[in-house]
């Protein structure tokens, strides 16, 4: 009998696999995706936000365990664990030699992204050259790995852990096992189900589009939940940030989003505005925007820009309607042409422009218009103007398995002494709502460690066990 | 995604209407859309110099896309790091599409321009056939002297073919391929310049490209742990054999380059034996040149099909086989010298030689030409202040 079992093939499993096996376990890993596909979300990460009292190789300056802290306070809206945040956040201040000793390079950040080079250290290639290096080590170390294998159920003996099921009927036992299968946003029926219908008799979900893998379809989550798991966390929570509507179903990855929302406006179905779009750094409000646009009748927005901002924000990688007129614009976009002109007009004549500076928090705003713009308001009144299309793409759920920092799985309020979860299948016991850049890794890994070195653990003491009494 | 056709309204629009604008080929709008996802994900930034040239473009014309393909060195990396490589509906292969592009400039830059079409001609069967069939003449000619299985000769292969026939055979030869690959690359510097900033070569660029040419820094990986061959793993096997090639080639070339001094200028005439700097030279040169040349051989079979364009490989393959065989060649006749098969060595030797320079500005070893002057506009480029300034906001 083998060990370990890992089920998962991303960040966390990859983890907690490499962990185990450093331990000293006999290790399996099985990844639902065939070997093209694997890695799950994890391919389509960049980077890691990193706890640092002082500048380290790729990053400048110091980013504190304090600052970080506030910083997913503020996120989450307090729907955090303190303590495991803490523990994630000083685990991602000494995580790196670990992650460079299995292959992972990192890099400063790259053109575009300065506003992070403070918090966080880049993967170079970006997250699934993180995934091959990991895959690699996995293989030479001994870590046996098996494609196209998604486990279905668990078979536990009380809190126990005995065996997995695979989809093809196979039942796999081990000494002890790390879930680390994703959460369930690749499952549209349970989004659907998650978020409900709506005041308009919509399904809101149904227009969101999966930024990630296809391959996060929550069956172990959803089984876990059945067998009386002690879960964390709302359905309906998950990392979501408006992208082009244009983007495919799956794996749209980082290229789809829509970065020039601060420097114009958002307009709904309706051609209404709905939000300040200069709330706050542009890095620092992604993360809401895929909520906002969900709440929209029709779950669809349209980002509008003129003349102005071209090359101020990441190329998009659909190309936006073109106009050389705002009528022209709407109809292009399907929007009511003479509602759309009355809000950009409305909008124009409350800009108060001062000194124009994207660097900062400016003084461009708006006065007397709902909802205000309070930074980086200027006119939009130079041709040719732009449309894109957004949608929510959602990036993960934060619905999971609730844990402490043994990242045992619990079984009301008792946890497993072999069943270990990492990633995010339990992200969610740090983040209940919100997001912020690169904090889904350092969860997965932190977490992928301790359950790799957990689950090498309780396999060693059923070992010793096994043999006291033979 | 962008269209031929949007991409081409862009490019006009980029400048100003004014300019007629080259509509893009096939190969070379696929360059466009590709660089157009790449530029709005930027994940393969360190790797080489594509991507940092790319983020200073927010549209990609004719001129863009010939530099940038001649700026990929075809390492791999980014493909096996890309989350939108195949099966991936974005269809994303930087280095295939690159390479493709790559192959038509040649073609577009060969001079004579009707001799362009060789590119396509210049494969491993046509490389070693032109060899043999060179090397077969030479053999004829000597045999119908009678003088090709002839103990006489001492080593001195200037009784078989004197000093001045070998001259007026091959500087006409060595010549023209020059002038020919000048004037290719000539033409290319001066449609690529506009595109990269206009301004003119200076010395730290000189130098920094020079940095990058001669130690071949793209096939680093931008970790300094290689590139990719035949799978995700990164590997020096490439940048070695390639050194071991380029610098084998250009130490025969020494040897050669002080025999004619050697020759012309003290009078001293060949063969010249060990411990003689020509000799030397070219004893180190060739060995390096087919060590290189056979791993550089072998990694290209073991290649990841979805690295470059598959139908580039004969020409490539082409090349490895007559550098090696011009060393193999050469290394033998030296063994060889003695002996009554002097001739024949030398008949192969000078066949191999020659039909590796009659086909040097139609074949693979146009590639280090134009990639030189890549580098050097991308050098040049890279010090002026970045057009878009996206990093500030």
């Known amino acids: 009998m083998i060990d370990v079992l890992v089920v998962g093939g991303g960040n966390a499993a990859l983890c907690a696999a490499l962990m185990a096996r450093e331990a000293g376990a006999s290790v399996l890993l099985l990844e639902a995706a065939p070997r093209d596909w694997r890695g799950g979300n994890s391919s389509h990460t960049r980077n890691l936000r990193c706890m640092h009292d002082a500048p380290q190789d790729v990053l400048v300056e110091a980013y504190p365990e304090e600052e970080y802290w506030q910083d997913l306070l503020k996120v989450t809206g307090g729907r955090t664990d303190e303590h495991l945040a803490r523990l994630v956040i000083r685990a991602s201040s000494n995580c790196r030699d670990w992650m460079r000793s299995h292959g992972v390079h990192f890099q400063p950040p790259l053109s575009g992204a300065l506003h992070v080079a403070r918090t966080n250290a880049f993967f170079m290639g970006g997250g699934k050259a993180l995934v091959n290096a990991y895959f690699r080590s996995a293989e030479r170390l001994g870590v046996h790995i098996r494609y196209e294998t998604p486990v279905v159920s668990l078979e536990m003996d009380g809190d126990r852990f005995v065996a997995a099921t695979t989809e093809q009927g196979e039942r796999i036992a081990a000494k002890s096992c790390v879930l680390a299968a994703g959460g369930f946003e690749s499952n549209r029926e349970w989004l659907r189900e998650a978020w409900g219908q709506n005041e308009r008799g919509e399904w809101p979900a149904d227009n969101f589009l999966i930024r990630g893998t296809r391959f996060n379809q929550g069956v172990l989550l959803k089984h876990m939940i059945a067998a009386g798991a002690d879960t964390i966390g709302d359905p309906s929570q998950g990392h979501m940030v408006a992208i082009d509507a244009r983007a495919p179903l799956y794996d749209g990855g980082i290229c789809t989003r829509i970065d020039c929302v601060s420097l114009g406006v958002v307009v709904n179905r309706d051609a209404q505005r709905f939000y300040d779009e200069g709330e706050d750094f542009w890095p620092k409000r992604y993360a809401i925007w895929g909520r906002l646009v969900a709440q929209q009748p029709g779950q669809i927005g349209y980002s509008i820009i003129d003349q102005k901002a071209v090359g101020r924000f990441m190329p998009p990688v659909f190309t936006g309607t073109t106009a050389d007129t705002l009528p022209e614009l709407a109809q292009k976009l399907g929007l009511d042409v003479d509602t759309f002109v009355q809000t950009i007009a409305d909008y124009n004549s409350a800009c108060r422009v001062g000194r124009f500076d994207h660097t900062a928090l400016d003084d461009c705003h708006t006065e007397g218009l709902a909802p205000a713009k309070t930074h980086w308001a200027r006119p939009i009144d130079t041709a040719p103007f732009y449309g894109y299309p957004v949608k929510p793409g959602i990036t993960f759920t934060y619905l999971g398995l609730k844990v402490d920092d043994t990242t045992a799985v619990r079984f009301g309020g008792r946890p497993s002494p072999n069943l270990f979860v990492a990633g995010e299948m339990m992200a969610g016991n740090v983040l209940g709502q919100g997001y912020t850049a690169g904090v889904g890794m350092s969860i997965g890994t932190a977490f992928g460690r301790i359950a790799g070195t957990r689950a090498a653990m309780a396999a060693a003491t059923a070992k010793t066990d096994h043999h006291a009494t033979t | ?393």
């Open chain 2, 1 to 393: 995604m962008q269209q031929l056709e949007s991409l081409t309204r862009e490019a006009v629009s980029l400048a100003g209407g004014a300019r007629v604008i080259p509509i893009l080929t096939a190969k070379e709008a696929e360059v466009g859309r590709q660089m157009q996802i790449c530029n709005s994900c930027r994940y393969c930034e360190g790797f080489c110099a594509v991507f940092p040239a790319m983020t200073r473009r927010m549209e990609f014309g004719k001129a863009d896309i010939h530099f940038l393909a001649n700026l990929c060195h075809n390492c791999g990396a980014c493909l096996h790091a890309c989350q939108y490589a195949p099966p991936h509906e974005f269809a994303v292969n930087v280095p295939k599409a690159m390479a493709e592009v790559r192959g038509q400039t040649y073609v577009d830059y060969a001079w004579p321009p009707a001799l362009g079409k060789l590119y396509q001609r210049n494969g491993l069967t046509l490389s070693v056939a032109l060899a043999a069939g060179l090397a077969l003449f030479l053999i004829l000619a000597v045999a119908m002297k009678g003088g090709l299985w002839n103990t006489g000769l001492g080593g001195n292969f200037y009784k078989l073919f004197p000093h001045n026939l070998l001259v007026s055979l091959f500087a006409p030869v060595f010549l023209f391929s020059a002038f020919a690959l000048a004037m290719g690359v000539r033409r290319f510097w001066r449609d690529v310049t506009p595109a990269t900033s206009g301004a003119p070569l200076n010395g730290p660029a000189a130098a920094e490209a020079a940095d990058a040419v001669l130690r071949l820094k793209y096939l680093g990986g931008g970790h300094g742990e290689g590139c990719n061959n035949e799978d995700d793993a990164y590997s020096l096997s490439r940048r070695r054999c390639h050194h071991l090639t380029f610098y084998g080639f250009m130490l025969c070339f020494a040897a050669t380059s002080v025999a004619t001094l050697y020759h012309y200028v003290f009078g001293w005439v060949a063969p010249y034996e060990l411990p003689s700097l020509p000799k030397l030279l070219g004893v180190v040169g060739g060995i390096s040149l087919m060590i290189g040349t056979a791993g550089l051989w072998r990694l290209n079979r073991k290649r990841h099909p979805l690295h470059g364009d598959l139908a580039q490989k004969p020409m490539d393959l082409g090349f490895i086989a007559l550098l090696f065989l011009t060393s193999l060649s050469g290394l033998a006749l030296w063994l060889g010298r003695g002996t009554p098969a002097l001739a024949v060595l030398l008949c192969l030797h000078l066949g191999a030689v020659m039909a590796l320079f009659a086909t040097l500005p139609y074949g693979k070893f146009a590639h280090g030409i134009f990639r030189t002057a890549s580098l050097l506009r991308h050098a040049i480029e890279k010090r002026k202040p970045n057009p878009v300034g996206l990093g500030a906001d």
